[in-house]
């Protein structure tokens, strides 16, 4: 527990409280009122409800199509496999800023629904709920595909030989054993909705607005820091409110599963049902996903003169994208890269013993750290990054010139992944197999190596994976910490867009084309690393 508490109140806790003391203090003291103030805003309390029931209908449209893709990866084998699920795991890593203008090429004003039928959705909560499916899909797929695929099937076999239908005994056996993951899953895709930021910016236009939004508005534009920081406190006892409700049902749930190696659950389809299952998952990563990133594709190489290289041609000199950079933008490629791998170790450094202390269920205290973990996910990004400049600039934690404090920034939004996707296993080990090794002889630490870690492997490179995902795009606090000569490709690519002109748009687009590509082979790589050392997740 040492090493999560110190990381998380030394780089959470600090700089957020700091953040909202500087708006809420002044000379005559703390000034409370502006609760009462900022509450009874009609304007502000609309924010706070569409913030929340938007949360809430993008978390059931996305498990809704995701859960289908979960099953048809855990259980079936097909060529091309493991190159699918990379696919589908590149939207989460791509700006949220990227997603939005994306989805916008698909739905609004000149998009492709226009141009086919002369239908816009821009501006409508559909398109937001849209990019929200696009951009979370992978989670639940990955997350609840890698309980599914250790599921032994036998067991459901048993019920249906015991005289359950196939749905009944899906319901009675598989469900349950899901449960943990799911909520694991809908948690995840409920707090990144719920602090939704570049897409509803995009979509929604000025009708609609989440917190996030909200509390870049106030600080940003108006510089109403009280207000700011007023949104921030409700942000975040809202989702400590979800977390806590959330910790409360999954322990509920929880019991030893039987797990099994993935290779043998997954099987060649079999009959029209599961073809048709698989066909779907085909068809819906072909109009959810490869869609909107092949528009991205095709604007980067769309000039005025026709198609061509010319935008990849600029990427390599600063001097094409004006006074925006002060090296040339290809170099955010390798600086997103060496950022994104020191944030993955120390991710799973942290995450890991976060949940291995966790599964000791060792009082109070440790249940609650539990939901405390989940909350950088729900806290603005816009006050976490401000908080760094303001509290990390004294010695000894001057690290404002330091490259380590972009990794923390990002390290804080890969934990929460790390430990959510290896509880659920974790806490599926039945104990008895380490009383039995300790009986045997064991140490606590051979013991850990013997039983544990073969079957949290899998688990424990899923979390790698979405650590230095998420790691590669996050853009919420990078961009008030990346240093002007050290820019990460999600900075490069917003500040693009943020600049007028031809040329800086499809600049922008190549920077997007390339974060896609750099993400599907890094994926991929490592589902053949995963592959071959552990089976599959």
Known sequence: MAVPVAFFALFF?????AIVARGLKTEDGWQFARFGEVLGRADLG??????????????????????????????LEFPGKQLLRAIVTVPFVLPTVVVGTAFL????????LDELWGVRLDTTVWAILLAHVFFNYAVVVRTV???????????????????????????RVTLPALAPA??????????????SFGVVQILGGPAYSTLEVEIYRQTAQLLD??????????????????LAVHARTVRRRERALRLVDPAQTARRPRGAGQWALLGVLLLTVLVLVLLPLGVLVERSFDQPGGHGFAYYRALGSAEAGGSTFLVAPLEAVWNSLQYALAATGISLVVGGLAAAALTRRAGRLVRGFDALLMLPLGVSAVTVGFGFLITLDEPPLDLRTSWILVPLAQALVGVPFVVRTMLPVLRAVDARLREAAAVLGASPLRAWREVDLPLVRRALLVAAGFAFAVSLGEFGATVFIARPDRPTLPVAVARLLGRSGELNYG?????????????AVSLLLLERIRTDRSGEF
Do not use: H, K, N
């Not at 806790?13 to 409280?17: E, G, K, L």
């Not at 609309?46 to 259980?75: C, E, H, K, M, N």
């Not at 799911?182 to 602090?195: H, I, K, Q, S, Y």
């Open 13 to 17: 806790a600090y700089p957020v409280a």
């Open 46 to 75: 609309g924010v706070l409800w569409f913030t929340t029931w938007q949360a809430f209908a993008s978390t059931a449209l996305t498990l809704l199509i995701a859960l289908p893709g979960a099953y048809v990866f855990a259980r």
């Open 145 to 171: 595909g890698g309980l599914w695929s250790q599921l032994d099937p036998r067991q459901e076999e048993a019920a249906r030989v015991l005289g359950a239908g196939r749905f009944a005994a899906w319901r």
């Open 225 to 242: 820091l009280p207000t700011a920081a007023v949104l921030t406190l409700v942000q975040f006892v809202a989702v400590g409110a979800i």
């Open 105 to 112: 090429a698909l739905l609004g004003r000149g998009g492709l």
């Open 182 to 195: 799911v909520g694991a899953a809908a948690l995840m895709v409920f707090l990144f909705t719920f602090t």
């Open 507 to 519: 600049q922008a687009m190549a920077l997007s084309t390339i974060l896609m590509l750099v993400c």
